[in-house]
């Protein structure tokens, strides 16, 4: 009974992660709202070495529409003007020497679809990943029906999985909805 709870236990655990994976897949996908996290991914030049944006300068967003990043030090200001030019990101920077300013175009209609249809991708694929922990549990239980445990325990087991299963896919049905209507806001 106790290998029993430890494959229930290591399941939830795997589900919470695929979850959570899931929801930063997601929201990495811009809602037309300006966000500091837009720029995560920009790598800036820094003393010769490649280094986060977020490590030389504080990224925030004033406004619904407007990223401002304050370098720690001026003289790397149009470098990092430079790294959001050539991250393929579509931003333009603008710099007044003392900050710089990133101004998000609002979504078209037909790019509001194609992101909508991004993150029916990332659902299905956090849900193809709960799935999948719940045959790999199911398996584990299986082998130890063969190894001599009570199949009652072993059905009711696998109950409790279908559980998880199902109340982690509705997490993430949950967390699609919620996104596709921010994506979808004018």
Known sequence: MEEINLYLDDA?????KALKHTEDEISKIRAGKAMPSMLDGVMVEYYGTMTPLSQVASVTTPDARTIMIKPWEKKII???EKAIRDSNLGFNPSNDSEVIRVNIPPLTEERRKILVKQVKVEGENGKVRIRNIRKETNEELRKLLKDGASEDEVK???EKVQGL???FIAKIDSLLTKKEAEIMTV
Do not use: R
């Open 165 to 167: 299963t199902n109340d």
């Open 156 to 158: 009711k087991a696998e």
């Open 78 to 80: 149009t470098g990092i």
């Open 12 to 16: 939830k655990d795997s589900m919470q």
